[in-house]
């Protein structure tokens, strides 16, 4: 094969700046830079999202949800008013009955003048089920006059991903002229040849040139679908860039080495004696693979995936007991305070007869108490450090860390969790890794996004829990549910209230939340309610969590920040209000947080009618399925995997072109390719690697 064991030459020409490219100062390099745009080659790989399609015109009537188009009407109404913030909706109609709601949050009053009654109107985006018939939020939107030639485009818009201060036009024109220095196919191909042709797959110049600017003759379905032959092969080399990478880091792990943390059987069984119950048979098995990866000195890294509820937190705490045993160190992470915060008052339960040390580490813990913090892991008198994201943080080392803890990993990215690891670095030794999930990932995903991790399922819950009886309710029988409220505190359970998204802002959320703490505060006045959303401070929220955890509390109004891990098992009914709007996977967790105790538990899903036929789907299969696994099987394939695995899952999610469940077909291939890679052109694995997975493999590898 030609360039064995020579870096690939397309380097030379791709690796030259954007700088030189007309309209690029110190300025819009800088802006592009912190998208990690900084080389030609970075460009030419700063692929479309998607398309918008503006080559037809939809009739009002016409328009469905599932999929942005583009269509025409007549200003029929303005209307602003103003719900939690000044909203504008403008009427269009298309004169034979049909209307829909233009609704815009951001706008100015020019804006609102220029919408007069009768303007004529040209569209585009997504209609979606409102509160006064379908809408679209925020649609792109042009003002004709009555003259205007109804123009349709002759080919597709690409959609790139947002430049922070560069507009969508700017953004477009420097693409352009980044594209114009495209050299040849002989150049640009880092791959041998044959591999291409052997799959009949197109050139990359190409593929390049078709997904950036598509022809006017390419076929617009598959386009839009991601299935043209150009975009096939730019996510089949896509594909191939992270697996390289996945098995490089899983080669550059193997090569450190760790300290052998020894079973320590008394130890061990001294905590567990005084837990409360007897671990369940999965937990017994998850538990000793983990145990016996601890006891050797090559550096574990496991996923523990196990359904919500499935007691994963007492299997880390074991693990815990076994490093900490050994005279090492332990640092336990958790995505959210509120969780940590969880998990710290449990561990220093569990470890308090043992005189084992467990401090905690949070941003909020500042001055004082924390430079004497920093102190004591430092010096290794803090045995076990529970904490957020501040735990990476520079200023924090460690003694001697010997197991790095993740919880809920699915919500940090692969980065944090080397972050974390290499606060432990000793010499060539790293800790060992124990991370856990509750999201389920189906087989073929986990294959691809984990790689470089090695798997164990608890795929048991304890016993004594019945499964959470879930229906669906729309939203005009509100009245009904907070009777049910009602009756269910009275009998001594404790409820969830939860309000979720309905714009994407935290800010609206809380808000949202607010009004329905009011509302059902002065509909309930005999119960304690309380609020809980990410805009209250730590402190209070904290104490909240307390306080419904000591059932102080009966009714909890809250939004998604309860999603993960919160264990409460007396609360055992969960109104969800908009659930239409929310994924299966969020549903899920969300339902998660009832049906832990013994009691029986219900979780009702509130709705706006009319159900589009895709939330209906989730609903039905909510309503059928406690099985984590099945509803992320589901998931899987009514949204795709970036979603279900969380944008930041492993590096991985962040695919610029690939869509795991689309591309599942393309795996075996990568994974073929990739071996053989590796073995003969490891020059070409690197290059493949830094094009596509860039700085993320160049830090895994440091
Ligand atoms: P998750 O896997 O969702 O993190 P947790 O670790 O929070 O679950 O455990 C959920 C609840 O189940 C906790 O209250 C925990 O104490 C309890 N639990 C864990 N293991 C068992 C068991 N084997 N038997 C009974 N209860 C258990
Ligand atoms: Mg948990």
Redesign the pocket.
């Known amino acids: 094969m030609p360039r064995q064991g020579a870096p690939a030459p397309a380097l030379a020409e791709g690796d030259r700046t954007v700088r030189g490219l007309p309209g690029v100062g110190p300025a819009v390099a800088a802006k592009l830079a912190e998208r990690g745009i900084v080389t030609l080659q970075d460009f030419w790989f700063f692929l479309p999202l998607r398309y918008e399609d503006r080559t037809r015109l939809v009739a009002l009537r016409d328009l469905r949800p599932g999929a942005p188009a583009q269509s025409e009407g007549r200003v029929l109404a303005v209307e602003r008013a103003f719900r939690f913030r000044p909203t504008l909706r403008v009427v269009i109609g298309d004169g034979e009955g049909a209307s829909i709601s233009l609704r815009f949050f951001h706008f100015r009053s020019q804006q609102v003048q220029s919408f007069q009654v009768g303007r004529r109107v040209r569209v585009f985006g997504e209609v979606r089920p409102g509160a006064q018939g379908w809408e679209i939020v925020h649609p792109s939107y042009r003002l004709l006059e009555d003259h205007d030639e109804a123009l349709l485009n002759d080919r597709l818009d690409p959609v790139y991903p947002q430049v922070e201060g560069l507009g969508p036009a700017s953004l477009a024109r420097l693409i352009g002229a980044a594209l114009q220095q495209l050299p040849s196919s002989e150049v640009l191909e880092i791959v041998p040849a044959e591999v291409w042709s052997r799959m009949g797959m197109p050139h990359l110049r190409d593929a390049l040139n078709t997904v950036h600017r598509p022809p006017a003759d390419a076929d617009v379905s598959a386009l839009l679908a991601g299935l043209h032959p150009a975009q096939q092969r730019l996510a089949f080399e896509e594909l191939l860039a992270h697996g390289l990478s996945l098995r490089r880091q899983r080669i550059t792990l193997r090569r450190h080495g760790a300290f052998a943390l020894p079973k320590a059987q008394k130890a061990v069984a001294g905590l567990r004696q005084s837990l ?5 048979t999965a ?1 017994e098995r998850v538990l000793a693979e983990v145990r016996a990866d601890l006891s050797t000195p090559e550096p574990m890294l496991r996923l523990v995936q ?10 880390a705490a074991l693990a815990a007991m076994q490093a900490v045993a050994a005279g090492r160190q332990v640092a336990l992470m958790a995505p959210t305070e509120l969780l940590a915060e969880q998990h710290f008052s ?1 561990f220093q339960r569990w470890f308090a007869p043992f005189d084992i040390r467990v401090h905690w580490l949070a941003g909020k813990v500042t001055g004082k108490v924390r430079r004497e913090t920093l102190a004591c892991i430092a010096n290794g008198e803090a045995q076990i450090v529970v904490g957020t994201h501040a735990l990476m943080q520079a200023g924090v080392s460690f003694a001697q860390l010997g197991l790095v803890i993740v ?1 809920e990993q699915h919500r940090f990215g692969v980065h944090q969790r080397l972050a974390l690891r290499d606060k432990g670095l000793e010499g060539e030794r790293v800790p060992h890794q124990l991370v ?1 999930t ?1 999201t389920p990932i189906p087989r073929t995903l986990a294959m691809t996004a984990y790689a470089d991790l090695d798997l164990s399922v ?1 795929d048991e819950l ?3 829990r019945t499964p959470v009886t879930t229906v669906a309710v729309a939203a005009d029988r509100r009245a009904e549910l907070v009777e049910r409220v009602r009756k269910a505190c009275h009998e001594g359970r404790q409820a969830y209230w939860v309000c979720p998204l309905i714009e994407d802002s935290e800010e609206i959320e809380a808000q949202a939340a607010e009004t329905t703490f009011e509302q059902l505060s002065a509909a309930l006045p005999e119960l304690r309610v309380a609020l809980l959303h990410g805009r209250m401070k730590p402190a209070e929220k904290q104490d909240t969590m307390r306080r419904f955890k000591a059932a102080e509390l009966q009714l909890l109004v809250s939004t998604t920040v309860i999603e993960v ?1 919160v ?1 409460v ?1 007396n609360a055992s009914l969960m109104i969800i209000e908009n659930a239409e709007r929310l994924g299966l996977a969020q549903l899920h967790q969300l339902r ?1 947080r009832v049906g ?1 105790g013994t009691a029986q538990s219900s979780c009702v899903l509130l709705y706006q009618a009319p159900l589009g036929a895709i939330a209906r789907e989730r609903i039905e299969v909510m309503r059928r399925s406690n099985d984590g696994f099945v509803i992320a099987e589901k998931d899987l394939e009514l949204r795709g995997p970036g979603e279900l695995l969380g944008t930041r899952q492993t590096g991985l999610a962040v695919f610029r072109m690939a869509d795991l469940a689309r591309d599942a077909a393309l795996l075996p291939r990568v994974h073929q390719v990739a071996e053989q890679l590796l073995a003969d052109h490891p020059y070409v694995a690197d290059a493949v690697i830094a094009r596509w997975v860039g700085s993320a493999s160049r830090y895994a590898s440091a």
């Open positions: 409360p119950f007897a671990l369940t937990q196990g359904d919500v509820g499935s007691g994963k937190t007492v299997v449990n919880d856990m509750a608890i304890p016993p004594g891990g264990d098992p998660g832990r």
